[in-house]
DNA sequence: AACTATTGATACCTAATAAGTATGGAATTG
DNA sequence: CAATTCCATACTTATTAGGTATCAATAGTT
């Protein structure tokens, strides 16, 4: 008995009709005789009755009819089924992330991620945070690491932590007594900022401590990443306020990171994801870039 | 795809080595190979990883053996009902009844039992109890209906009715005004009896009947049928005492019945059958015949 | 009532495919 | 390091599915 068998049964117990049965199957009628009856015979049941140019089926084949139907229904939706965790596990992964984004922790993740899906390839790509709520919502990214607020509804968002900034200046070994004395130095200095297209939220945050600090910036250079801006500084091209995350992991560069004081303004960095994308992949992900967190 | 395919990555499954998978199968390596790669190639999902001569299930194949296992179990529990139902409506009934059962009645049933049972083929036995006793024992003959008692701890016995018993005379236009006339008659008249060694309860009955009119039958002739003793009575040959229910029967033949009173003798009409025998036909027999009678 | 058309079954033939053998490349085992 | 074993692939053979022709029986049409 094969497959075919009981789709020819299925099909001649739908018709009741031999010849419509074989024009449906794309079989001429003969061999759909024989397949019948080589099922009969290995079940050694009749399965029609065969009266008068009419064909009607047994009780038998009446019972073997919903059997085959329930099999044939099971075996479709696990075909699916297999199909749809293959996909999930055998696919892509694009990942967006800010250039502030703790690389070391991600890569963690993603290195844990490959024991439970090892034939997943992950895209990463550091791109701004407008950027990625573009591309997400266009689905060119699965998943979003970037900076609040998001706004789209059709994102789902995620918040990770809570950054406070801190200011950065060229390893100099200067040293301020009071915040003020701070304040004057960073008045009289250039300043190097983000591209306020790509996180226009981010930059009003920067011009706001600014404020809170007495002076306004003098915004000489502008960069997209903030590797860029940790060089230029390393360089002794100016000043900048970057979040408080990147001390840690840029803590060799020959800059100095100087806390701020009664300054209580933060970025709020989140995961955003599409709701609909099903994948079991990304389901992973988030949950374990959120629990490695805690 | 082909349930070959499906056998054979169930096998593959279980055993995580081809090798060993082909023998179980009957089959040589290579092909086993080819047909496990088709079945993946078909459903475009890889089932197995292959690594440093190591067979495993990817999750999509261990989700799928899961699968397999199962249509298989469903198919087997299906072959294996589709043949109890071929065999309990295709094949024979074999019903024992003694010559004095009302036919039509069971022709009746008969009737109603090719609607609910087309391809039941019944065979019938017009035979004496003792006969159907042992007849039933030893699995030649499905149900019988007969007269109680019957001493078989094989059988399970079903009380169909009570037939108390009439006398019956040939068509001479005899009246009598007292069963004690009726007595003396009887008494002068040869008898038409059963052969005993068929039915020897059912003679002492007959003995004891007349013991209770006062007489000792004289027993002239010996018959193992009522159609036979019925036929010689309208003949002349003699007078015997039947069951009651024969008079519904035989209303036609030019004989007389003559009711008995104060005489309570009968005789139990009954089924029985081996309750082992698991028969559907068997089992919707004995439920309407039963019911037919109420 | 006679004739024609249609049905499912069977005989014979051809095309397609399953399975066999030989062998390769890579890894394991002794 | 050599021998053995594993699964995959190439080529060949055996088996089987499906085709055509046709039969016997019945239904439908005239």
């Known amino acids: 008995m094969e497959l075919r068998h009981l789709l020819y049964f299925k099909t001649v117990a739908e018709e009741l009709h031999f010849r419509n049965a074989a024009l449906k199957l794309f079989i001429?009628?003969?061999p759909l005789s024989r397949q019948i009856k080589e099922l009969e015979d290995e079940l050694g049941v009749l399965l029609f009755?065969?009266?008068?140019?009419?064909?009607?089926?047994?009780?038998?084949?009446?019972?073997?009819?919903v059997e085959?139907?329930?099999i044939f229904a099971r075996l479709e939706e696990s075909k699916s089924i297999v199909q749809q965790i293959h996909k999930s596990e055998s696919g892509e992964l694009k990942i967006g992330y800010i250039s502030s984004v703790y690389q070391s922790h991600l890569a963690d993740v993603l290195i844990a991620m490959r024991d439970v899906f090892p034939h997943i390839k992950t895209n990463?790509?550091?791109i701004p945070t407008l950027t990625q709520i573009k591309a997400l919502e266009q689905g060119n990214l699965d998943v979003g690491i970037l900076r609040a607020p998001v706004h789209s509804d059709q994102l789902t968002v995620q918040t990770l932590f809570f950054d406070p900034f801190i200011v950065v200046i060229p390893a100099s070994g200067l040293t301020f007594n009071t915040q003020a004395e701070l304040a004057a130095y960073l008045k009289n200095s250039p300043f190097i900022f983000f591209n306020k297209d790509f996180a226009p939220s981010y930059n009003d945050k920067l011009i706001e401590i600014c404020g809170r600090m007495g002076f306004k910036p003098t915004i000489v250079h502008e960069a997209n990443n903030v590797h860029s801006i940790l060089q230029l500084i390393e360089a002794g091209l100016g000043v900048s306020i970057l979040p408080y995350s990147l001390k840690r992991q840029y803590g060799n560069l020959k800059v100095s990171y100087i806390e701020l004081e009664n300054?209580?303004?933060n970025t709020e960095v989140v995961l955003?994801?599409?709701p609909t994308n099903k994948s079991a992949a990304l389901r992973w992900f988030i949950e374990?870039?959120?629990s490695e967190l805690e």
């Open 28 to 30: 001429s009628q003969p």
């Open 49 to 65: 009755t065969r009266k008068n140019k009419r064909v009607s089926l047994t009780d038998a084949g009446a019972y073997f009819k």
């Open 68 to 70: 085959v139907d329930a």
């Open 124 to 126: 990463l790509f550091e």
């Open 263 to 265: 300054i209580p303004v």
């Open 272 to 274: 955003a994801y599409k």
């Open 288 to 290: 374990n870039y959120l």
